[in-house]
C-alpha cells in the first residue's frame, strides 16, 4: 500500500507542477514585456527630452522628466536584490529630479547638464544589466 500512495502522490503532484512552471513563465515573460515596454516609453521621453534641450522648450522639458522620473521609479522593483542597480536608478532618479528642477527653474545650462546626467545614467544602467546578462 506504501508504494502505491508514493506512486499515486508523485503521479497527482506531476501536473501541479508542470502548472507551477508554466504560470512561473508565464509571470516572468509578463515581467519582461513590462520592462520592454517601460524601457521604450523611457527611449521615446529621452527624445522628447533632447527635443525640448535643443529649442530651449522649459514645459516640454519638464513633461518628459517628470515622465522619466515616474518611468525610473516604476522599474526598482526589477532588480531590487540587487545593490548595483538599485544604485543605478537612484543615481537616474536624482539626475531626473535635477532636470525638472532645472526646467523649472528656466535654466538652460542647468538643463543641459540635466539632460547629460541623466544619459550617462541610463547608459551605466543598460550596460550594468547587459553584462549581467552575458554572465
Request: charged share 25%; glycine share 4%.
Amino acid at each position: 500500500m506504501t508504494r502505491w500512495t508514493a506512486i499515486l502522490s508523485k503521479v497527482l503532484l506531476m501536473p501541479s507542477l508542470c502548472l507551477s512552471s508554466a504560470v512561473f513563465a508565464d509571470e516572468t515573460a509578463k515581467a519582461k514585456s513590462t520592462i520592454q515596454s517601460l524601457m521604450r516609453s523611457k527611449l521615446d521621453s529621452a527624445h522628447g527630452l533632447l527635443e525640448g534641450v535643443v529649442r530651449e522648450d522649459f514645459a516640454q522639458v519638464a513633461k518628459y522628466a517628470s515622465t522619466l522620473l515616474d518611468i525610473g521609479r516604476a522599474t526598482t522593483w526589477y532588480k531590487k536584490d540587487s545593490p548595483d542597480f538599485l544604485h543605478y536608478a537612484k543615481s537616474f532618479e536624482n539626475s531626473s529630479t535635477f532636470l525638472l528642477e532645472q526646467a523649472r527653474a528656466k535654466n538652460l545650462e542647468g538643463v543641459a547638464m540635466g539632460y547629460i546626467r541623466v544619459t550617462l545614467d541610463c547608459m551605466q544602467c543598460h550596460n550594468f544589466v547587459r553584462a549581467g546578462r552575458a554572465k
